[in-house]
């Protein structure tokens, strides 16, 4: 007889639910996400301002209720996940992805574009944090390394997507709805792309998804041996009982002395304090709470309104400042993350990074040179320089940020800690598109350009302050 959670893998027809996504998986699933939601988060400005008729304060707004529901999906959602957990929230927000995407393409309103927007948003919050989190749990030195390749990916497919967006615009005659119907085919693919059997009922999977060998039972009666004192106190820990007591009679570790009368509970020595069971704390005070939290925190906030300056306005910042179509428009976007990934590919060759606070540094000065940049307007070239200028710090920030904050967290707090540096930085990066829309609206794109630049200033001397503690 089938019992009923096995009736319940049987029917999503993939043999478990959530599906065992292996590492590679997990980075074509970000790859192909990713591609998609930069669709979107460059594109709805075109669309609103064009076929649609709405004004610098109106796409502004459309940003911060992006932003707005990334940050809801973020603390609500994301932040409760375990690693297992998060492989099948990062399918829900690539669904959502689809949803939104297939309903701002069609938008014939200011309203269903808000909703289609709004979508997108959640999937920003949902599925980057948990595709982070599952990446981020693997053990040891090789984790620094595979968040830096989870981030090159990331970079890789961003500046493939905008290309292939210049393509279809340049075909379609500039029409900027039809990338957000091709574009929404992406994330059903990799989910499609994603699904694998899982193990059978009772075996749980390894890293990689496969199930763990099977080992034999010891004979009837007999006790397990332990020869490693911290693994028998961390058994010990782990079979707790809430009121202390230890439920671990019949573990032995070898001892010189005599084995204690029969029947005794050998004697398990308290777990350190460190080890002992607490309550996660909430994402934020996760990363205030240690040096390398609040570095990743300041360098997120430091870049976040830039990058949000660049994503909501870009397209149009080429368009009125600097004279480009929508498909030129989409080529900056293609040199901003080309940069980035350049810089990500040299962070992987390099990982793991020991002077991070200086590779902050560096991308603070890059940072301020791009805005001013576009704060200046004048030829072509030059917004295509201000691009690859501050792409730079967008390919070295996030997977370096990653790296602090998952060296800096407890292995449970880890979930709360990422959807919390995710969860704050999408709070500023919701609050900003609102402030540049009224900018732009009453000084123009050039003076919206130039704001941006008085919280890089203020970061970077919170910035400076922060140095013991920190690696690097």
């Not at 970079?155 to 905008?162: F, I, R, T, V």
């Not at 200046?376 to 501050?390: I, N, R, W």
């Not at 070295?396 to 990653?402: E, G, N, S, W």
Request: glycine share 12%; hydrophobic share 50%; net charge positive.
């Amino acid at each position: 007889m089938v019992s009923p959670p096995q009736a319940r893998r049987r029917s999503f027809g993939i043999g478990v639910w959530p599906p065992i996504w292996t590492a590679g998986g997990l980075l074509v699933v970000a790859a192909l996400f990713r591609s998609s939601q930069n669709t979107g988060q460059t594109t709805f400005s075109l669309l609103a301002r064009g076929p649609l008729g709405a004004g610098a304060g109106a796409v502004g707004a459309l940003g911060t209720v992006s932003g707005a529901s990334t940050v809801l999906a973020a603390v609500v959602l994301a932040a409760r996940l375990t690693t297992r957990a998060a492989m099948a929230a990062a399918a829900v927000g690539s669904l959502l992805l689809v949803a939104g995407l297939l309903l701002a393409g069609s938008a014939g309103s200011l309203v269903q574009l808000y909703v289609g927007v709004a979508l997108i948003g959640l999937s920003g919050g949902l599925t980057p944090p948990s595709l982070a989190t599952a990446i981020g749990a693997a053990p040891g030195e090789g984790r620094e390394r595979l968040l830096a390749l989870y981030a090159t990916v990331l970079s890789a497919s961003l500046a493939g997507g905008p290309l292939l967006e210049t393509a279809i615009l340049a075909l379609a005659h500039q029409n900027v709805r039809l990338p957000f119907f091709l574009f929404a085919a992406l994330p059903l693919l990799a989910v499609g792309l994603g699904m694998r059997p899982g193990p059978r009922p009772g075996a749980a999977p390894t890293a990689t998804g496969s199930p763990p060998p099977r080992t034999e039972p010891p004979p009837e009666g007999a006790r397990p041996e332990i020869s490693n004192p911290e693994a028998l106190r961390a058994m010990a820990w782990a079979l707790e009982a809430d009121d202390g007591t230890a439920l671990v009679a019949g573990l032995s570790a070898p001892t010189p002395h005599a084995p204690p009368p029969a029947g005794t509970p050998p004697k398990v020595p308290p777990p350190p304090r460190s080890a002992r069971r607490r309550r996660p704390s909430p994402g934020p005070a996760v990363l205030i709470g240690t040096p390398g939290g609040r570095v990743a925190l300041i360098i997120q906030l430091l870049y976040s309104v830039p990058f949000a300056t660049v994503t909501v306005f870009g397209a149009l910042l080429a368009r009125s400042e600097f004279g480009l179509d929508p498909a030129h428009s989409q080529l900056g976007f293609t040199t901003f993350f080309v940069m980035s990934f350049a810089s990500r590919v040299v962070l992987v060759r390099r990982s793991p990074i020991a002077s991070k606070l200086a590779v902050f540094a560096g991308c603070t000065v890059l940072t301020a040179t791009g805005l001013a940049l576009l704060a200046s307007g004048g030829p072509t070239v030059a917004f295509f320089v201000a691009m690859a200028l501050l792409g730079l710090p967008h390919g070295a920030i996030f997977p370096l940020a990653l790296s602090l904050v998952a060296s800096s967290a407890e292995p449970e707090q880890l979930a709360a800690a990422n959807a919390g540096l995710f969860a704050v930085t999408s709070l500023a990066a919701a609050v900003t598109p609102a402030v540049l829309g009224v900018t732009a609206s009453a000084l123009g794109y050039r003076a919206m350009a130039a704001s941006a630049l008085v919280p890089v200033a203020v970061f970077s001397i919170l910035l400076a302050t922060q140095r013991r503690g920190v690696v690097g």
